[in-house]
Each structure stands twice: as C-alpha cells, then as structure tokens.
C-alpha cells in the first residue's frame, strides 16, 4: 500500500529549529514531486516547500523562504524538512505529499503538529 507517515513535530521555542521527516512507502520518489503543507487552526492548507524527485527543482512559500529547506534521502525514500528560526505563525499541522502528474497520483500524509512558543 502506499504511505506517507510524518515525524519530528513538537514544541519548540521561538528561534529554534525543528527537522520533520516524510517516509514514504508503497512507491519510489521518481516521477514525483514531494512537497510539504501546513494548516493552522481556522486557516486553509498552505504549500511550505516542494521539490521534484531529481532535486533539480526547489520552491518555499515566501513565508519560510530562508528558513526552511526541503530535501529528500532517496536510499530511504524519505522527504525531510528542515525548519530554522521558527516564529509562532509556523505553528500547524505540517503534512507531507506526492504528487505525480504522469501517474495521475495524489498521495498525503496523516499530519504531524509543529507548535512553536514561548
């Protein structure tokens, strides 16, 4: 089956550093195109990071330009995201996805809570 399982979400204080991870299962990264969203209460899901599966393509929303940096482990089938100097309004629910226009494929994770305070 395919999978996407989210880790590395928690606590942490304003100006700190977080590292989620995406592993991925049922499916290889080639032809995909792995990105990271957020949805803060009351809020709509928002893109934070893509990156296509040769890493040949990177985009952050303005947002977290310069702060985050998204990166896949293909020997792990695995979609990280690096988060530095986190503000508050970084505080959502963080879900990994695949997306694939050629397999016509749309692939989410359950979600993992990043809450960035004092």
């Known amino acids: 089956q395919v999978q996407l399982v989210e880790s590395g979400g928690g606590l942490v204080q304003p100006g700190g550093s977080l590292r989620l991870s995406c592993a991925a299962s049922?499916?290889?990264?080639?032809?995909?195109?792995m990105s990271w969203y957020r949805q803060a209460p009351g809020k709509e899901r928002e893109l934070v990071a893509t990156?296509?599966?040769?890493?040949?393509?990177?985009n952050y929303a303005d947002s977290v330009k310069g702060r985050f940096s998204i990166s896949t482990d293909n020997a792990k089938n695995t979609v990280s995201l690096q988060m530095n100097s986190l503000e508050s309004e970084d505080t959502a629910v963080y879900y990994c996805?695949?997306?694939?226009?050629?397999?016509?494929?749309?692939?989410w994770g359950q979600g993992t809570q990043v809450t960035v305070s004092s």
């Open positions: 990156i296509t599966s040769t890493g040949t393509y990177r």
């Open positions: 996805n695949a997306r694939s226009g050629y397999f016509r494929s749309d692939y």
């Open positions: 049922g499916f290889t990264f080639s032809g995909y195109a």
